[in-house]
Each structure stands twice: as structure tokens, then as C-alpha cells.
């Protein structure tokens, strides 16, 4: 009989930074933390903290989210 393996769990904490800027895009940058381990890296690209998580998830099996049906309102 196999045995049951306990579910894979990855938890992470992001914190962004937006800058006031006077450009149109806004600057940001950020730092991510893995719960499990208490690994931490600060980013500067959203590229960077998906490689951070990256190496905890199997994330090539993701893809993002589709737009939402009903708009998220902040009350």
C-alpha cells in the first residue's frame, strides 16, 4: 500500500513599495519572504519575486488569473 504524503505547503509574505513619482509609471520595489524557511529577498521587478517563489512552486503549471467577472470595489 502506498503511503500518504503530507500536502507540499509554500507560503509567502510580499510587502510593495510604491514611489511618488512624477512619471506616469509608477516606481515600486518590494521584498518577499518564505514562511517555511524565513528566506528574504528584496526586488526591484515582479520577475524577480516569481523567481524567488519559483523555487518553493512548481509554478510553470500556473497561469494568471483571468479577469474577474465582477470588479473588486474598495469601500
Known amino acids: 500500500m502506498d503511503a ?6 509554500s507560503s509567502f509574505i510580499i510587502r510593495f513599495v510604491m514611489e511618488e513619482t512624477s512619471a506616469e509609471k509608477p516606481a515600486y520595489h518590494g521584498t518577499i519572504r518564505h ?3 524565513a528566506e528574504e529577498i ?6 524577480e519575486a516569481m523567481e524567488f517563489m519559483h523555487r518553493f512552486v512548481p509554478l510553470d503549471e500556473l497561469q ?3 479577469s474577474p467577472q465582477t470588479p473588486i470595489i474598495n469601500l
Open 64 to 66: 494568471p488569473p483571468s
Open 42 to 47: 528584496n526586488f526591484n521587478e515582479w520577475r
Open 4 to 9: 500518504i504524503l503530507p500536502p507540499l505547503i
Open 35 to 37: 514562511i517555511q524557511n
